[in-house]
Nanobody
Framework: QVRLVESGGGSAQAGGSLRLSCLVD????????MAWFRQAPVKEREEFAF????????RYADSVKGRFTISQGSAANTMSLQMNSLKPEDTAVYYC?????????????????????WGQGTQVIVSS
């Protein structure tokens, strides 16, 4: 059983930075699509950053491209999200997730139902 644990949420001013981490606790193997999702109040859940472990392939939604960076952490079972140039509209609960199957490369289309392991979420608040 795999458990994902996020950390690093908090508050920042617009223009500031935050870094989130995701620990894969349990069985870890490579070649999974991992992703960050977020959900703001009264908005639909948004998938915005993807990392295919094993090759390092990444992909971003336009809403965060150029500002956020997803990467594998220094430990193989960790993933990070560096968020720079934060905007108030980045305020949301952020979740990391892992694809249930190996060898799906994160290439679109990607469905939230592909992801069977989710973290508990961490709150990010960006004030103007």
């Amino acid at each position: 059983q795999v458990r994902l644990v996020e950390s690093g949420g908090g508050s920042a001013q617009a223009g500031g930075s935050l870094r989130l981490s995701c620990l894969v606790d349990g069985s870890f193997d490579d070649y999974h699509c991992m992703a960050w999702f977020r959900q703001a109040p009264v908005k639909e859940r948004e998938e915005f950053a993807f990392l295919y472990t094993g090759t390092g392939y990444t992909r971003y939604a336009d809403s965060v491209k150029g500002r956020f960076t997803i990467s594998q952490g220094s430990a193989a079972n960790t993933m990070s999200l560096q968020m720079n140039s934060l905007k108030p509209e980045d305020t949301a609960v952020y979740y990391c997730a892992r694809d249930v199957l190996r060898f799906r490369t994160c290439a679109p289309p990607v469905k939230a139902t592909d992801f069977g392991a989710w973290g508990q979420g961490t709150q990010v608040i960006v004030s103007s």
